[in-house]
């Protein structure tokens, strides 16, 4: 017989457990190849989404600067920085001419309007009627409406908004005015609307949105944006630069990062760009940021399912060699006696191998690859690294299995040596063993150093540290090991029980067990490993899912985070003073004033968050947050007005020295039911004129508390100080309460023109409750019931306040927030005659966020941002890792399943004459059966148990260090609780228990038949 056939004969006398070394290579090229570039195209498509979903000025940066002299010069100049800085980084940009609101009329009808010049708008938008004014029908329309007109085409809610129709004239400019030179008349030739509102390159403006913004109307767009320079307003030029999500890439991202804080710079330094108030504004570097720390958090979780699947996979592979080599040891015996050589033995097993795994392997990395390709159609794939997968699996198994022949074929030729499949020297295996505990515990080590896989290099950048990140799995192998090792103590220790019962079940298998602790030793450790890993996917998963969604809420704050542009301290004419605009709204629940803010204490920067503590839930959607607002205790700050009250009227009296001119505003403080302030007028008296009665009509509105009054003084000339005296106070006519009284007297001039006199009920200032972040509270040395005064940078105010409680972290400011009662502090400010904070924001509570939230971009007429929870998780980027996380540990459960399937055909090949013995000794079929299941039952079950427990203790070590790390910029004071996500922790272990109980029955019946055949010898085998 020729070599050639020889290999084949040997090859076919084992078909089996080829195949099932097929299957295993197979399935790890396959799972490999998925789990390894789904991460990577996830990462890239993570960042490219992340960028797609980035709405308004989040996802755009701005420099802004009035026009110069020479238009064409400092446009020029501006293109040639940005397209030398931005366009090589995968970023566009755009240039636009507004000028700020100016007087205009239509048709009789007085407005402000905003006028705008932006080439690229056509490109962005739609036309709803009409032409746009560089369309040569333009100048028709022009010419019939008014000599000399400028055609302009007007975003669509406004034309609605003034009743503008095509042909209508509207003039902007000095309208009206006395000696004015003329307005510039513009001829509506069309209207449009933005295909995208939300668009990062409309920098969330809502005059294009919604076509108002503070009470201005357009933008009426222009084709010349020279005709701007004839308006008497401010005229702006700004370019705008937004990241391209098709072509981004993390080192494109990171190029484009690190160069968006030099552009301002060298824009100032070019010639012909002007320095008169150049500025930047947007977010897209702290989105960028986010992002890009995202990403770094996905490359440290990304080694967990790849090393998991792949310790796995090449045990199982172990496995199946030990029962090859096992399985050929006679024959070996054989060739080796007439000749062959050991390495005429081993190359000839790797050929077999190799001829099988080869092919397999790419077969499960190409369907793979398609399977993601179907899944996933918009992502690239990347058929490099299906191949390197491929390959690792393929040769890894070649090997191994090679490995296991070598060992059989140079062992000694003693007649039954090593009858045992799997028993390796002693010495080596405790010698391998020690040297991956050493290797865990140095990774564990550089792991708690840091307290995470992340560590920041030089920059202050977070990078993947190389030791690190290898912790958890080690650490896992490490103790799956020596939990292994434990097998043949606790076998002996069941051999002991079950002696100590009569009958042959269980002692019998109990004491195969024992003598046999190293046939079951390597599937034993597969399962071991399986289960672990899968405890540890399930603890990872429950941790980050729970500290995700507390660090979401402490982000965002409500359910919906409604984020105000431009608003600092109460003014008169405020429209969104003392209102609720979402009242109403569908599906909004409740929506609560919030300040955000900075403060001051001493040196020491604060984030101030003011809010309602009284109106607040119970549940603010993370423990953090409920028991920070829950400790804050408001005192009653300010006297209520009767519910129901219209009106209110207070008794002034002017005094001054003769000759003095001028008049004298008396305003109301009023805060509304959730303690956000607001002015009401109540008159204006000519100092000349002694005073008089001032009347405030009251907002329909319940829970109003009175402050007290100010006095604003104008027109005096500087000719002297003027006394106002604010006596009796009447509510709808009838004498009011005493704590409504101000009963003060103010002094007011040119030199300080406002005055306040707080009401009687609003005087006594307490110190405000508040809580401190965590680590705000360790920076300034503070303990719960310390005084501290902070100082208010809007407004300026200096607050009084106790500490009230220390949190983790501060809804809307993480660790360094301080926290305040809105109404408190407005009351704090006002009393103080310091500015009064304006609230910022507004918390929304919905069952609905993406739709609140969707809405209210849509149908907004101010500058604001919406944020919801969604938009703060870690999870587009971290969900394909913590998916591949569970996909690596179905895995492994797999590749045990194998291994137990192999250790039950190797028991019974190593065990048929032990079959035979028995039967002859009278053990019936059935009894023997019970006892192959109770050893399997046995021998599994306890790495079951073993698994669970080292899974534990691994999850114990890394798990929330791990969910820790996933959550890029989460507060590092706020805790992250091990939690274990048990269905499909569950899922999987029954699964899996199913599966092994199935092989279990199979091999028991396969030796119940066995032992009921009549007439069998041991030589028959």
Do not use: C
């Amino acid at each position: 017989m020729g070599a050639i056939s020889t290999a084949a004969a040997r090859a076919g006398a084992h078909r089996g457990v080829f195949a099932a070394v097929a299957a295993v290579v197979l399935v790890l090229a396959f799972l490999g190849t998925a789990v390894v570039d789904s991460l990577a195209s996830a990462s890239l498509s993570g960042l490219r989404s992340g960028l797609a979903a980035t709405t308004g000025s989040d996802g755009a940066a701005r420099w802004q600067i009035r026009v110069s002299d020479d238009p064409v010069e400092q446009a020029d100049a501006a293109a040639t920085v940005l397209d030398r800085m931005l366009v090589p980084r995968g970023a566009e940009w755009s240039r636009s001419v507004q000028a700020f609101p100016v007087d205009a009329r239509a048709g009789g009808a007085a407005f402000d309007a905003v006028v705008l010049a932006d080439d690229g708008l056509a490109d962005r938008s739609s036309l709803a009627s009409g032409v746009w004014p560089d369309d040569p029908a333009a100048a028709a329309v022009v010419e019939r409406a008014a000599s000399g007109g400028i055609a302009t085409t007007v975003q669509a809610t406004a034309a609605a908004a003034e009743g503008l129709e095509l042909g209508d004239v509207v003039e902007v400019g000095d309208v009206g005015g006395i000696g004015a030179p003329g307005a510039l008349p513009l001829v509506v030739v069309g209207t449009w609307t933005p295909d995208d509102a939300a668009d990062p390159v409309w920098f969330d403006d809502p005059v294009v949105s919604a076509g108002a913004v503070e009470g201005a109307v357009g933008p009426f767009v222009v084709a010349d944006e020279g005709a701007l320079a004839e308006l008497p307003a401010a005229v702006v030029v700004r370019w705008t630069a937004t990241a391209t999500p098709a072509s981004s890439t993390p080192e494109i991202a990171a190029d484009l990062r690190a160069v968006l804080p030099n552009v301002e710079p060298a824009l100032r330094a070019a010639d012909g760009i002007g320095t008169d108030g150049l500025g930047t504004s947007g977010g897209l570097v702290a989105t960028l940021d986010r992002l890009l720390a995202g990403l770094t958090t996905v490359r440290a979780v990304a080694p967990l399912p790849v090393l998991l699947l792949g310790f796995a996979g090449f045990a199982a592979v172990d496995r199946l060699a030990a029962l090859l080599a096992a399985g050929r040891r006679g024959e070996t015996q054989l060739l080796r006696a007439r000749g062959a050589s050991a390495v005429r033995l081993t190359s000839s097993t790797a050929g077999e191998v190799a001829i099988l795994a080869l092919p397999t392997a790419f077969a499960g990395a190409a369907l793979a690859e398609a399977g993601l390709g179907a899944l996933r159609p918009d992502e690239a794939r990347s058929w490099a690294i299906a191949a390197l997968v491929a390959g690792v699996a393929a040769l890894g198994t070649v090997a191994l299995v090679a490995g296991r022949a070598w060992w059989e074929a140079t062992r000694p030729l003693l007649r039954g040596s090593g009858d045992e499949v799997g028993r390796m020297p002693r010495a080596a295996v405790a010698g391998g063993v020690l040297l991956v505990v050493v290797a865990a515990a140095v990774t564990l080590w550089q792991f708690r150093l840091y307290g995470s896989p992340l560590v920041a290099n030089a920059s202050g950048v977070l990078e993947v540290d190389p030791v690190a990140v290898l912790a958890p799995v080690l650490v896992l192998v490490a103790l799956a090991l020596v939990g292994n090792a434990l097998s043949r103590p606790v076998a002996g220790v069941l051999e002991r029980v079950a002696v100590a019962r009569p009958g042959l079940v269980p002692s019998l298998p109990m004491r195969q067990l024992a003598r046999r602790a190293g046939l079951y030793a390597s599937a034993s450790l597969v399962t071991v490993l399986a289960v672990g890993g899968l405890t540890l996917a399930a603890a990872f998963a429950g941790s980050w899912q729970g500290f995700d969604r507390a660090a979401s809420a402490i982000a965002v704050g409500g359910d919906v985070r409604v984020a105000y542009a431009g608003r600092s301290i109460v003014h008169d004419a405020d429209p969104l003073a003392l209102v609720d605009p979402f009242s109403g709204a569908p599906g909004v629940d409740a929506s609560l004033p919030v300040v955000l803010g900075e403060g001051r204490i001493g040196s020491d920067p604060a984030t101030l968050i003011a809010l309602p503590a009284a109106a607040v839930a119970a549940d603010a959607g993370s423990s953090a947050a409920a028991d920070a607002r829950s400790a804050l205790a408001p005192a009653q700050v300010a006297p209520e007005l009767p519910p129901g009250a219209s009106t209110l009227d207070v008794d002034v009296q002017v005094s001054a020295p003769s000759g003095v001119p001028g008049s004298v505003a008396v305003t109301a403080w009023v805060l509304g039911p959730d303690g956000d302030a607001g002015r009401l007028p109540a008159g204006s008296f000519d100092v000349a004129s002694g005073g008089g009665a001032g009347r405030v009509a009251l907002p329909d509105l319940d829970g109003l508390r009175l402050l007290g009054f100010d006095a604003t003084l104008d027109g005096s000339q500087g000719l002297g100080t003027v006394e106002v005296r604010f006596g009796d106070v009447l509510v709808d006519g009838a004498p009011a309460a005493s704590d409504l009284l101000a009963d003060a007297v103010v002094l007011v001039s040119a030199k300080a023109p406002t005055g306040r006199a707080p009401v009687a009920g609003a005087t006594d200032v307490a110190p405000v409750s508040a809580v401190l972040g965590a680590a705000l509270a360790a920076r300034i040395d503070a303990q719960r019931g310390d005084a501290f005064t902070f100082r208010v940078l809007t407004g300026g105010a200096d607050v009084a306040a106790v500490v009230s409680d220390i949190a983790p972290a501060v809804a809307g400011a993480g660790g360094s927030g301080l926290l305040v009662d809105l109404a408190e502090l407005s009351r704090a400010a006002f009393v103080s005659g310091a500015g009064v904070p304006a609230y910022t924001d507004r918390w929304i509570s919905t069952s609905e966020p993406a739709a609140v939230a969707d809405g209210i971009s849509r149908e907004r007429s101010t500058a604001l941002t919406t944020t919801t929870r969604a938009d703060a998780s870690s999870e587009p980027l971290i969900g394909p890792a913590v998916a591949a996380l569970w996909a690596g540990a179905g895995g492994a459960l797999l590749f045990a399943a194998v291994a137990v399937a192999a250790l039950s055909a190797a028991l019974s090949r190593a065990r048929f004459g032990e079959v035979v013995v028995l039967r002859a000794l009278g053990m019936p079929a059935r009894l023997q059966a019970r006892a192959r299941s109770a050893e399997l039952a046995a021998a599994l079950g306890t790495a079951v148990v073993v698994g669970a427990v080292v899974g534990a203790l691994t999850a114990v070590a890394t798990a929330r260090e791990l969910a820790r790390a996933a959550v890029a910029g989460a507060p590092a004071s706020l805790g992250v609780d091990l939690t274990l996500d048990v269905l499909p922790w569950a899922i999987g272990l029954v699964a899996f228990v199913a599966a092994t109980a199935l092989i279990g029955r199979l091999a028991a019946a396969s030796v119940r038949r066995l032992a009921a055949t009549p007439g069998i010898r041991e030589e028959e085998r």
